[in-house]
């Protein structure tokens, strides 16, 4: 099942306290980005965050789910919480590595 475009614009809502959220669609999913590096994504209308040590710290009781097939899991977020979804990922943008440079 993909990801609506409706559930991705009250995600991007719930974060829209921050600066510099995009997205990137994929393969009927969404990929996001915080000041450039991905932090996670929206995928079967779950917003999916990288299990980075502060998101893991912020978030303990949310479970691990896989976002596809194959992929390594990710901690499925609370979405209705804006204040702690700012909170976890000003948090953890620090802990992603810089994007690649594209060509």
Known sequence: MASTKEYLDYI???LSGLDDVRYRAMMGEYILYYRGKVVGGVYDNRLLLK??????????DAPMELPYEG????LLADADDRELLASVLTAMVDELPA?????
């Open 12 to 14: 991007l809502e719930q």
């Open 99 to 103: 994007p690649k440079n594209a060509r």
């Open 71 to 74: 992929a390594k899991a990710m």
């Open 51 to 60: 299990p980075t040590p502060s998101a893991r710290a912020q978030l303990p």
